[in-house]
C-alpha cells in the first residue's frame, strides 16, 4: 500500500505564519539523524543540546533533568543533573515474559532501578546516564523491542484491548493493531544506524525517503487506539485516530471498525484556544481497508495540520477548524472509496477487571492492580522482584494495559498454581483489594523527571487517594468505582479531563479540580474549581462524595450526579477548561 505522494512534500499552512522552529529542525536533519551522534560523544556535558533533543524523541528518548536537585545545583553554579527517559514501543501492549526479565535486568544496570507502565501501553525507563543511553537502547534492540517513534511528530505506541476474555476476537484485533503500527513506522534508518549499528548501506544503495511521512514527519504527535466494547479502557476519545472493533451477533467473527478522530487532550493553562476534545465517529471500515484508513486519515493530517503553531498543531484543531464533514469528504478523496456508515456500538467503562478471568482457549488470564503503573521494590513492598519471579517462572505472556496494570496472560491450568503461589509470597493477591477509588486511579509522571510539571502527581497520588478513601469509606462507599486521574501540568499525559474527578497541577501544591466526565470515557468533565490547594482537597470534595452516597439515582454514576445535582454542567465550551491567570498579590500604593 502506498501514500499518496502528491502531497506529501508541500505541507499546506493556514496562513503566511513563520513554521514552528521544528519544522526547520525535522527538514534539516536528514531523516532524524541530526547531532545526535555528535551529541552522545560529547563528554564535556552529561546533556544533549534543545535542538538534538528535538530529534531524540523521534528515538524514543527525552532528555530530562533532576528536578529535586535543580536549584541547589543552580545554586552552587553546577550542571543540571541530567538523564534520560526512554520508552519502549509495546504495540497492544504485549510482551514476552523474557522481554521483561530484560527490561528488569536494564532498568538496574542503566537507568533508575524502575520500571514505569504508561498510560499508552508502554515502558518508560527513567534516569538513564548519558554514558549508558547507547547500551540501553542497544539492549532493547537486542531483546527485539525498540523505542523508535515512541515520542516525536509521528504515530506513537498503537494500543489495543488487552481483553483476554474474548481470545479470538482479541487476536484479531491484536494483529490488526501490530499491522497498523508496522506500516506507520518511520522508514528512515537513522534508527538502526546510531542505536543498533552498522546498517548504514542498504543494498542497491537506494536513496533513503519516508513515503508516508516525507522529511518533515508530521506536524505532531499522532496516536492510535483499538478498542474492544464495552470496554473503553484504551479511551478510544482522548486519541487522534481510534478503530473501535464491531463483531457479527455471535461476538466472536470481527466484521471491521468504526472509525473515530479528532480526540486529544493536551490544553495549556489560561490559552483558551486549546483545549481537550473528544473525538467524533467518522464511519465504518471492514478489516482489510483498515491499514488503508489509517494511513490516508494520518496523511490528510499531515498536510493539513497548523505546522506554524505547535499547541495547534494536533488532529483535533485540524478537524475543529475546517469541520468533520470536510475531513471525511478529504480522507474518501484520498482512498478512493467511501466510508460505511458507523454500526451500533456500546462502551460500559474505562477501567480494568482485576483478577483472574478465563479466556476461550481453556487459558486464563490474571490482572494486577499496580499504582500508577511505577515497578519498584520498597521496604514494604518487593514488586520488581516478585514480577522477576513471575516473569522467570511464566510461559504466556504479559500485557500492559492503558490504565497502568498489568495482565499475566495467557497462563494454562497447569501454571495457574505456580502463579497464585508466587502472587501469595509477595502479597500481590492482596493487590486487588485495594479501593474502588484506587483501583480506578491514574496518575502521570510529573516530578522528579517531567520538565513540564507544575505540580507533584505520581508521587502525590497514594496520598491524595488514602485522603478521600477516608471520605468515601465514611460514605459507605470503599467499593464503588469512580475514576481520580491526576497530572502535574495540562498536557494531560494521565488523560484527568476524562476522569470523574480529574486533578491538574498548577502550582506546587495547587491543582484545578475537574468534575463530570463520563464513567464510560464519552464525555470530558469541565472545571470545577481553580487551584486548590492539596491541604483544602478533602473539604472540597468530601461533601459532594457524602452527598453522591445520599442522592444518588439506582446506578447513578458520580460523573453524572455531579451534573445532575448542579455542581457542573455538562461539558460545554472551550472556556469550560480554564480557569483565570493567577495574579500576583497586588502591591500597595508607596
Ligand atoms: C500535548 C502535550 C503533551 C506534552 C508536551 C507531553 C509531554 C510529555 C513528557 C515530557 C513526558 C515525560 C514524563 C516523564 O516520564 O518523565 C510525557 C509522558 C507521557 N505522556 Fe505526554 N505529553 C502531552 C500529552 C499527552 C497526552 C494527551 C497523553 C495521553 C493521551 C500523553 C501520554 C503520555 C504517556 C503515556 C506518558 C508516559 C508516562 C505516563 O504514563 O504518565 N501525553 N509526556
Ligand atoms: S501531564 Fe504534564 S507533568 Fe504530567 S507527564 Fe505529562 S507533561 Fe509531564
Known amino acids: 500500500m502506498s501514500s499518496t505522494p502528491d502531497t506529501a512534500t508541500v505541507p499546506t499552512t493556514p496562513a503566511a505564519k513563520p513554521l514552528a522552529k521544528n519544522e526547520g529542525l525535522k527538514a534539516a536533519s536528514n531523516f532524524l539523524r541530526g547531532n545526535i551522534l555528535r551529541d552522545l560523544a560529547d563528554q564535556s556535558t552529561g546533556g544533549i543540546t534543545d535542538d538534538t533533543g528535538q530529534l531524540t524523541k523521534f528515538h524514543g528518548i527525552y532528555a530530562q533533568d533532576d528536578r529535586d536537585l535543580r536549584n541547589q545545583l543552580r545554586r552552587e553554579g553546577k550542571e543540571k543533573a541530567f538523564s534520560f527517559m526512554a520508552r ?91 499491522a497498523i503500527a508496522d506500516h506507520l513506522l518511520p522508514r528512515t534508518r537513522a534508527y538502526h544506524e546510531i542505536w543498533v549499528g552498522g546498517d548504514t548501506l542498504v543494498a542497491g544503495g537506494e536513496p533513503e ?83 488503508d ?17 505547535r499547541k495547534h498543531a494536533r488532529l483535533k484543531y485540524t478537524i475543529e477548524d475546517r ?50 503503573g511505577r515497578i519498584k521494590d520498597t521496604a514494604e513492598l518487593k514488586l520488581k522482584t516478585a514480577l522477576r519471579e513471575i516473569a522467570l517462572a511464566h510461559k504466556g505472556d504479559f500485557r500492559l494495559t492503558a490504565n497502568q496494570n498489568l495482565i499475566i496472560a495467557s497462563v494454562r491450568p497447569e501454571e495457574r498454581p505456580v502463579i497464585d503461589a508466587l502472587l501469595r509470597k509477595h502479597k500481590l493477591d492482596r493487590a486487588n483489594d485495594a479501593s474502588g477509588l484506587a483501583l480506578n486511579a491514574m496518575s502521570c509522571v510529573a516530578l522528579p523527571t517531567c520538565g513540564l510539571a507544575l505540580a507533584e502527581s505520581e508521587r502525590y497520588l497514594p496520598e491524595l487517594v488514602a485522603n478521600l478513601e ?6 459507605g462507599l470503599r467499593h464503588d468505582e469512580i475514576t481520580l486521574r491526576i497530572t502535574g501540568c495540562p498536557n494531560g499525559c494521565g488523560r484527568p479531563y476524562l476522569a470523574e474527578i480529574g486533578f491538574v497541577g498548577r502550582a506546587p501544591g495547587k491543582y484545578n479540580v475537574y468534575l463530570g466526565a463520563a464513567f464510560n470515557g464519552s464525555r470530558l468533565n469541565i472545571l470545577y474549581k481553580a487551584s486548590v490547594v492539596e491541604t483544602d482537597i478533602v473539604a472540597l470534595l468530601g461533601p459532594i462524595i457524602r452527598r453522591y452516597a445520599l442522592e444518588r439515582t439506582k446506578g447513578e454514576r458520580f460523573g453524572d450526579f455531579v451534573i445532575r445535582t448542579g455542581y457542573v454542567k455538562a461539558t460545554g465550551t472551550p472556556a469550560d477548561f480554564h480557569d483565570k491567570a493567577e ?3 497586588p502591591v500597595a500604593p508607596v
Open 470 to 475: 477516608t471520605e468515601m469509606e465514611a460514605a
Open 293 to 309: 484508513v489509517a494511513e490516508k486519515i494520518l496523511t490528510t493530517q499531515r498536510d493539513f495540520g497548523d505546522r506554524t503553531d
Open 88 to 178: 519502549i514501543r509495546v504495540p497492544g501492549g504485549v510482551c514476552t515474559p523474557a522481554q521483561w526479565v530484560t527490561l528488569d535486568a536494564l532498568a538496574d544496570t542503566h537507568a533508575n532501578g524502575t520500571l514505569k507502565l504508561t498510560t499508552r501501553q508502554a515502558f518508560q525507563f527513567h534516569g538513564i546516564l548519558k554514558g549508558n543511553l547507547w547500551s540501553a537502547i542497544n539492549a532493547v534492540n537486542r531483546a527485539l523491542l525498540d523505542t523508535l517513534a515512541a515520542c516525536g511528530d509521528v504515530n506513537r505506541n498503537v494500543m489495543c484491548n488487552p481483553n483476554p476474555e474474548q481470545s479470538e476476537l482479541h487476536a484479531e484485533t491484536l494483529r490488526v493493531t501490530k
Open 583 to 585: 495574579k500576583p498579590a
Open 209 to 291: 525517503s519516508e513515503p508516508v511521512y516525507g522529511e518533515t514527519y508530521l506536524p505532531r504527535k499522532f496516536k492510535i487506539v483499538v478498542a474492544v466494547p464495552p470496554s473503553n479502557d484504551v479511551d478510544i476519545y482522548a486519541h487522534d485516530l481510534g478503530f473501535i472493533a464491531i463483531a457479527d451477533a455471535s461476538g466472536k467473527k470481527l466484521l471491521g471498525f468504526n472509525i473515530t478522530v479528532g480526540g486529544g487532550l493536551g490544553m495549556s493553562h489560561n490559552q483558551v484556544e486549546t483545549f481537550p476534545r473528544i473525538a467524533d465517529v467518522l464511519g465504518f471500515c471492514r478489516v482489510d481497508q483498515v491499514v
Open 323 to 372: 469541520g468533520v464533514v470536510w475531513f471525511r469528504a478529504e480522507v474518501e478523496r484520498r482512498l478512493g472509496y467511501q466510508l460505511g456508515s458507523p454500526r451500533p456500538f456500546a462502551f460500559t467503562h474505562m477501567g480494568d477487571r482485576y483478577g483472574w478471568v478465563d479466556g476461550e482457549n481453556g487459558t486464563s488470564h490474571y490482572t494486577l492492580f499496580l499504582m500508577s
